[in-house]
């Protein structure tokens, strides 16, 4: 099943919630949760809620 709030709407990236990460896209993966921070989507997202979304033409928000 997929998890609207782990991707990006048409226009936007969305960046990994786990502070100093500085991962973005337009999906964060349960690979990138399990690789890089050795955890599931549901404990980041328990530590570290949801992704924030930002919109593409304003990169500089990330």
């Known amino acids: ?3 609207t709030y782990w991707n990006a709407k048409y226009g936007e990236y969305v ?3 786990v502070e100093g ?3 973005f ?3 964060i993966t349960k690979a990138h949760c399990r690789l890089e921070h050795q ?3 549901e404990e ?3 530590l570290y809620r949801f ?3 930002f919109s593409k033409s304003n990169r500089k928000q990330i």
């Open 1 to 3: 099943m997929t998890e």
């Open 15 to 17: 960046k990994c919630p």
């Open 21 to 23: 990460c500085k991962h």
């Open 25 to 27: 896209g337009i999906v």
């Open 39 to 41: 955890m599931s989507r």
């Open 44 to 46: 980041v997202r328990q």
């Open 51 to 53: 992704p924030k979304s």
